[in-house]
């Protein structure tokens, strides 16, 4: 063997003596800050990268399960922002669907009372009602719709006008009844005015020039207003809906109203009453027809909003 090759064999034999000293090194045991570190070219690169390497968060795995199960407080101010109503942005959207959920409302006193009359004859109020519903359709709108077809509007709101006029007896009656003095005075004014300049009250200068309405009363409205109730519905037929208390005022107000004194024939005084409600139809065609088409049972909600009505007059607001 040349002397070459033993020299290369005695380089390669001490380098990899020295790297087993170095690697052994660390497994044996561990030098002191002291003792000098072996550390090859090769593997400084990976230790490099191992001392930048960011570090591991510990495992969520090993936290303790009472931990985990346990629920978050809610903030200080999650109370006060149910209670309060008061929305601030760092609130949860839990907190703000709670925080607008709104109050509960009173009952209107419609509901308090039972939100409707009640209706014990209702077999024979609803075969009433088809009978009026019949009537209607059948007789009083044709003959409405040929009156209209005739006789034009103003001349129709004439006479609408002086029926109105004719029956101020009893609205001023009953204003006294209710001890409204100023509904007295109002229908004094608007008789005297539309007697006189209007034309026995075919014109309303009272409302078209002074702006004064006619004040809606009653008898069955004024016996409301003294604290007697209802009673039961009743659906009349031809004439409609009412209660026991409001015939009792309707037959009341008969004889308050001077058409009956004036008219003593009842075959005449019917057929006065029945063109005034022919001319009042033909003002108000298609209502009805609106009404019936948008309700469920045209009855109940016919019966309902009678009612309603009826409760409105007798209430202190109404004129």
């Not at 968060?57 to 985990?68: K, L, N």
């Not at 925080?99 to 075969?127: C, H, M, W, Y």
């Not at 109730?229 to 409609?240: D, M, Q, V």
């Amino acid at each position: 063997m040349k002397v070459i090759d033993r020299i290369l064999i005695l380089l390669i034999f001490c380098h990899l003596t020295f790297s087993g000293l170095c690697l052994a090194g660390p497994l044996t045991s561990i030098p002191s800050p002291e003792a000098p570190v072996c550390v090859s070219a090769s593997d400084e690169a990976i230790l490099v990268a191992l001392a930048m390497r960011p570090p591991v968060p510990p495992s969520t795995s090993e936290e303790p399960i009472e931990a985990i199960e346990a629920a978050p407080e809610p903030p200080a101010s999650f109370s006060k922002t149910v209670t309060s109503g008061s929305i601030s942005q760092d609130d949860s959207p839990i907190q703000v669907a709670i925080a607008n959920i709104p109050p509960p409302q009173e009952p209107s006193k419609l509901e308090e009372s039972g939100g409707t009359i009640a209706d014990p004859l209702q077999p024979v109020n609803r075969f009433f009602f088809q009978f009026n519903d019949k009537f209607y359709f059948w007789l009083l709108k044709p003959a409405a719709t040929g009156y209209n077809a005739v006789v034009p509007e103003d001349a129709r709101i004439g006479v609408h006008n002086f029926f109105s006029n004719l029956a101020t007896p009893v609205r001023l009656v009953n204003c006294l009844l209710q001890v409204n003095f100023k509904c007295v005075g109002t229908e004094t004014f608007r008789f005297v005015l539309n007697s006189t300049f209007g034309l026995a009250g075919f014109l309303d200068p009272a409302r078209k020039e002074f702006n004064v309405e006619k004040q809606e009363k009653d008898l069955g409205q004024t016996l409301g207003i003294w604290g007697i109730g209802p009673a039961f519905y009743i659906n009349w037929p031809i004439l409609g809906p009412s209660s026991l208390r409001d015939t009792i005022g309707y037959v009341g107000d008969l004889f308050l109203d001077p058409l009956t004194y004036l008219i003593t024939s009842i075959p005449i005084n019917l057929g006065i009453k029945s063109y005034a409600q022919v001319n009042e139809t033909s003002l108000t065609i298609g209502e009805y027809e609106s009404f019936k088409e948008s309700a469920l049972d045209p009855y109940i909600a016919l019966k309902d909003a009678y009612h309603q009505y009826r409760q409105n007059k007798i209430s202190p607001k109404s004129p």
